[in-house]
């Protein structure tokens, strides 16, 4: 069974920093792709950053050159750096764990989420 788990979420205030990571467990975690989406209050949940098997990376234009997603295979983690934060990125973080079975089927997998907030 296919577990994804986050953690490192807080409270922020803005302009600082903060690191989340996601383990994801049940299956070898290299053939999963792995996204980070965001949720906030009355808003729709927004894909903010996506790693693939072979760590290529893409980003929302919200967060270019302020948040890094990076994937430790080894350890079945996924990280998301969070750099000059802004009261804007306040929301609940979400993993997500995706692969393509043979069929062609995607699986995927989420997790719990983790409350960022970013405030004074």
């Known amino acids: 069974q296919v577990q994804v788990v986050e953690s490192g979420g807080g409270l922020v205030q803005p302009g600082g920093s903060l690191g989340l990571s996601c383990v994801a467990t049940?299956?070898?975690?290299?053939?999963?792709?792995m996204d980070w989406y965001r949720q906030a209050p009355g808003k729709q949940r927004e894909l903010v950053a996506t790693?693939?098997?072979?760590?290529?990376?893409n980003y929302v234009d919200s967060v270019k050159g302020r948040f890094t997603i990076s994937r430790d295979n080894d350890k079945n983690t996924v990280y998301l750096q969070m750099n000059s934060l802004k009261p804007e990125d306040t929301a609940v973080y979400y993993c997500?764990?995706?692969?393509?079975?043979?069929?062609?089927?995607?699986?995927?997998?989420w997790g719990q989420g983790t409350q960022v907030t970013v405030s004074s």
């Open positions: 997500k764990a995706r692969y393509f079975g043979l069929s062609g089927f995607e699986f995927e997998y």
């Open positions: 049940g299956n070898s975690f290299r053939i999963y792709t």
């Open positions: 790693i693939t098997t072979t760590a290529n990376t």
